[in-house]
Nanobody, 130 residues
Framework: QLQASGGGSVQPGGSLRLSCAAS????????VGWFRQAPGKEREGLLCSSDRWTTEYISKSAQGRFTISRDNAKNTVYLQMNSLKPEDTAVYYC?????????????????????????WGQGTLVTVSS
């Protein structure tokens, strides 16, 4: 099971760190992805980490502002979000799978498939507003 936490309200330009704690399996053996879903929109893949050394950016909006890190001792993965914008307002989800990250490209943008991940956290709400 995955437990996401750390969401809240923040002003534009601010930072927030989300946590995703795993129970029942060892995070270090899994790929972990972060997704988000804004009201009225589809769930969007942001970035994915197959191991502690590798991050693949899925969404251009995450590049340069969001990073993944792992704390194996706590069996927890973090999403550090900086320079937040109002358009970052969404429910954020973590997801895990034993297989490595897979990022697809449809000719215009990269994306991840929700069905590639078999474990999901419950989501945590991030609101960016002044």
């Amino acid at each position: 099971q995955l437990q996401a936490s750390g969401g809240g309200s923040v002003q534009p330009g601010g930072s927030l760190r989300l946590s995703c704690a795993a129970s029942g399996f060892i995070f270090d053996e899994y790929a972990v992805g972060w997704f988000r879903q804004a009201p009225g929109k589809e769930r969007e893949g942001l970035l994915c980490s197959s191991d502690r050394w590798t991050t693949e950016y899925i969404s251009k909006s995450a590049q340069g502002r969001f990073t993944i890190s792992r704390d194996n001792a706590k069996n927890t993965v973090y999403l550090q979000m900086n320079s937040l914008k109002p358009e970052d307002t969404a429910v954020y989800y973590c997801a895990a799978d034993r297989r490595s990250c897979r990022v697809y490209y449809n000719g215009t943008h990269s994306y991840a498939k929700i069905t590639d991940f078999n474990s999901w956290g419950q989501g945590t709400l991030v609101t960016v507003s002044s």
